[in-house]
């Protein structure tokens, strides 16, 4: 099992000066062709346009909820904060395969040909190459601390059905769980049977949605037995409190995962399995004491403890990030007791009456649909079988148009809100995607980087960058200090041309994580090269590189680094692992 990295604890301890020696790699019978810039040294102006490009999936679909295809860059609309943009880039797929927009280029006839004794076989179909700003993660989410296991283990046979039939060669899928901490139980994989055989294994966890039900239950019967309504009042504020900080600790597990998925590119699908989630913590009871009492102060009560805000932030976090929410309601078809339907028969001295059970149902469903909707997914509920929902998310993997336009370049860190729409509305075509994105600031993206490698050993290295590890060297205190040298090929780093010299400007980013998730802080360093006009050439073929001392508890780690070319804005990660001391 692997356990994800936790902000708030600390891992390594790095040098505060992280070390100086930044040079070129040359032949010991040269002169080194490039030098760093003096720390005193004038940096030069930078003067950069970043294009920022917001990819944002839509799905059309008609009356009858099919999907709609064919449709052109030209049949859409796309609004920033009610502005109109310009569609730049345009992608389309249709029952899982690509297509080039419906472009077509007319080709001269062939040249008459004799016949041939026997016929040439027919050409085999070119594979698709899916690009990496649409590949899929797939994130198979078991929320075990609110849901019932019968429930739960009843969809996995459904799930591994759709799992198996549906994770292409380029996708990725991936398992986690919520126990009262976040756990990824199946690290991301092309390999669908992998997963499954985790869900096997899932199905032994427990699952504490049946005693906290039995626990409503409860305070309802005492809600009933109470002699006054402030008697009746304090204990739905109790459970109340109970649920608010449950509901606070199983958000910030999704928040956990949607963060640290950020830095991968592509799709982002989160299938969120669960009997359910509160909006208004304690909702049922107040009403029990409201229908009790006829006190409408009870209501009242109960919406003060709202949560839709906190949703919201989650909601928005995710647009930000790429992830859509499909929901799962485990719990199915829930029967007047308020069980879900694994047990349809309610044995308890109290019958919650129908209003009550209506509104704990709506209550824990809301937010599902909430999620689902704000963020470009679907949700299944109201159902045994969700075969019939699964069917519709497959349609949503195979069937989607990417639209990407230019986002403004200012990174002020704010959210903005996207709308699509349709140039010919009167079809009725109903038409879906995520409702928003936040322009995170630079380092920020490094930062999702960093922790996609981290998390997910996701790397990416379009600037070639290689890392070595140096010796070790253990202090008095147990702590192991290692040296890693940082290469990256002068070649591939963006040169301004500055008098007699030419220069360039990178950030390099180091963090690291031990074997129980606690995360470093992390380092960042400024590298200025500056390369005399008459050793560029030689140069180019080289190398330059940064030394990164620093000192960490010994055991296993993960070390990442990332390069940004401040010039070019191409930025790399590169990770390793490696074990400290022993």
């Not at 419906?102 to 899916?130: L, M």
């Not at 991301?188 to 899932?202: H, I, K, P, Q, Y």
């Not at 403890?305 to 932030?313: A, F, K, N, P, Q």
């Not at 070790?472 to 010299?501: H, K, M």
């Amino acid at each position: 099992m692997v356990t994800p990295t936790r902000r708030p604890s600390l891992a390594v301890l790095c040098a505060a000066a992280l070390l100086a020696a930044s040079t070129l790699a040359a032949r010991q019978d040269e002169q080194p062709p490039a030098e760093t810039a003096a720390a005193d040294t004038e940096t030069p102006f930078i003067e950069r346009l970043a294009v920022n490009i917001v990819n944002v999936e839509v799905f059309v679909t008609d009356r009858d909820g099919n999907p709609v295809t064919g449709l052109t860059a030209e049949d859409f609309e796309v609004f920033e904060d009610d502005r109109p943009v310009e569609v730049v880039n345009f992608y389309r797929v249709a029952e899982g395969r690509p297509d080039d927009a419906g472009a077509t280029t007319e080709q001269p006839p062939p040249a008459e040909q004799p016949p041939a004794a026997t016929p040439p076989p027919p050409a085999e179909p070119a594979a698709v190459v899916t690009p990496p700003s649409q590949k899929l993660h797939l994130i198979v989410y078991v929320d075990n601390f609110n849901i019932h296991p019968l429930n739960r283990n009843r969809t996995f046979s459904r799930l591994r059905e759709f799992l198996a039939n549906n994770v292409r060669r380029d996708d990725e899928v991936m398992l986690a769980s919520y126990d009262r901490s976040l756990n990824i139980r199946q690290p991301l994989t092309s390999d669908a049977s992998a997963v499954n055989m985790e869900l096997f294994e899932l199905e032994n966890a427990t699952g504490y949605a049946a005693q906290r039900e039995a626990e409503r239950r409860d305070a309802v019967r005492q809600i009933y037995e109470a002699q006054s309504v402030n008697q009746a009042l304090r204990r739905a504020a109790e459970f109340s409190n109970n649920a608010h900080f449950e509901l606070i600790e199983t958000l910030d597990g999704l928040n956990e995962m949607v963060e640290s998925l950020a830095g991968l590119p592509g799709r982002k699908m989160l299938l969120y399995v669960s009997d359910g989630l509160p909006l208004v913590p304690g909702q049922s009871l107040y009403q029990a004491v409201q229908q009790r009492f006829a006190d409408l102060s009870a209501l009242g009560e109960a919406q003060s403890r709202d949560e839709s805000r906190r949703y919201m932030r989650l909601i928005a976090q995710a647009n930000s990030n790429r992830v859509s929410f499909y929901t799962i309601d485990a719990g199915g078809l829930r029967t007047s007791s308020g069980f879900g339907a694994e047990n349809p028969a309610a044995n308890t001295q109290y019958v919650v009456s129908t209003a009550i059970d209506s509104v704990h149902t709506k209550n824990l469903r809301d937010s599902l649909l909430l999620m689902a909707d704000r963020t470009g997914g679907q949700a299944i509920y109201n159902t045994n079988d969700i075969a019939q929902g699964l069917e519709r998310f497959r349609q949503d993997i195979g069937n989607y148009y990417s639209l990407g336009y230019r986002a403004p370049t200012a990174r002020r860190g704010r959210y903005h809100r996207i709308e699509v729409r349709l140039r010919d509305p009167e079809r009725g075509w109903q038409v879906r995607h995520r409702e928003g994105y936040r322009d995170k600031p630079e380092e920020a993206l490094v930062t999702d980087a960093l922790t996609a490698y981290l998390v997910h050993d996701h790397e990416s290295n379009p600037l070639g960058v290689t890392l070595e590890i140096g010796q070790q060297a253990s202090d008095e205190e147990g702590y192991v200090a290692v040296q890693i040298a940082v290469r990256i090929p002068v070649a591939s780093i963006v040169l301004l041309p500055r008098g007699e010299s030419h220069e360039g400007l990178l950030t390099l980013y180091f963090a690291a994580v031990d074997e129980r998730g606690r995360r470093s802080p992390q380092q960042e360093m400024p590298l200025q090269l500056r390369i005399p006009e008459e050793s560029l050439e030689l140069a180019r073929a080289d190398t330059v590189a940064r030394v990164i001392e620093a000192t960490m508890r010994p055991g296993p780690h993960k070390l990442v680094v990332g390069v940004r070319d401040e010039l070019s804005g191409e930025q790399a990660v590169v990770g390793r692992r490696l074990t400290l001391g022993g």
